[in-house]
């Protein structure tokens, strides 16, 4: 089985500060695991995917994240945030092999002028 | 098109009815996949295609939800007798692939069905 923790339903930045959005996962196997992000009325976007090549992940828009096995963490971040970035951003693994997806249950993200 | 369309964006429907919504994936994408968001929750999977047959049905909730993609491209999804708890954004993604790495889902704008 494999599940996804986000450990804060909401979070708010000034902008211009750093942002950090929390994930913790649990899978029996090597999982990928994936950032989207979802603005309002429209699709989820990938922002990007750890598949065991290197640990950090760089993703567009300037967002980041790093696996952490030992801590079995998945945590998003961003040097600065603009206003752009206000937005539910949803953690996701996917068992290796597998094709379904699992979502976390989402982190909003405000930005502040 | 470029994404994955979903038609139509909003549906209001009333207890009991029947509705029908669908998915139009990304060209040459083989793998179709329908997700059900209800409020304040994540995606959660519904059901799974691979070319025209259901490789996967065991995220759907009952048997008044069925799903068909005839000629492996379109993907429709059917709910019978619908109940205000099938209010939801359903969404529906669509891959070049399965499996692992290679397994980046595409997903479109949503459904948003309303049963009154």
């Known amino acids: 089985a494999q599940s996804v923790t986000q450990l804060d339903s909401h979070v708010s930045v000034s902008e211009g500060t750093p942002v950090l959005l929390r994930c913790n996962y649990s899978?029996?196997?090597?999982?990928?695991l994936f950032w989207y992000v979802q603005h309002p009325n429209k699709g989820l976007q990938l922002l990007l995917k750890?598949?065991?090549?290197?640990?950090l992940v760089k993703g567009i828009n300037g967002f980041e994240a790093e696996f952490k096995k030992s801590e079995t963490s998945f945590h998003l971040t961003k040097p600065s945030a603009h206003m752009s970035d206000a937005a539910e951003y949803f953690c996701?693994?996917?068992?290796?092999?597998?094709?379904?997806?699992?979502f976390g249950k989402g982190t909003k993200l405000s930005v502040i002028p | 098109g470029a994404g994955v369309s979903q038609t139509p964006s909003n549906k209001v429907t009333e207890k009991g009815k029947y509705v029908e919504l669908r998915c139009d994936p990304i060209?040459?994408?083989?793998?179709l996949y329908w997700y059900r968001q209800s409020l304040g929750q994540g995606p959660e999977f519904l059901i799974y295609?691979?070319?025209?047959?259901?490789?996967?049905d065991s995220g759907l909730p009952n048997d008044r939800f069925f799903a068909v993609r005839p000629e492996g491209s379109v993907s429709t999804l059917k709910i019978q007798r619908t109940e205000r708890g099938d209010s939801a954004v359903y969404l529906c993604?669509?891959?070049?692939?399965?499996?692992?790495?290679?397994?980046?889902?595409?997903f479109g704008a949503g459904t948003r069905l309303s049963v009154l």
């Open positions: 899978s029996s196997y090597s999982p990928s």
């Open positions: 993604a669509s891959s070049l692939t399965t499996g692992g790495a290679k397994n980046i889902q595409y």
């Open positions: 996701v693994v996917n068992r290796a092999g597998s094709y379904q997806l699992t």
């Open positions: 750890y598949t065991s090549a290197a640990t």
């Open positions: 295609f691979q070319g025209t047959g259901a490789a996967d």
């Open positions: 060209s040459g994408h083989t793998a």
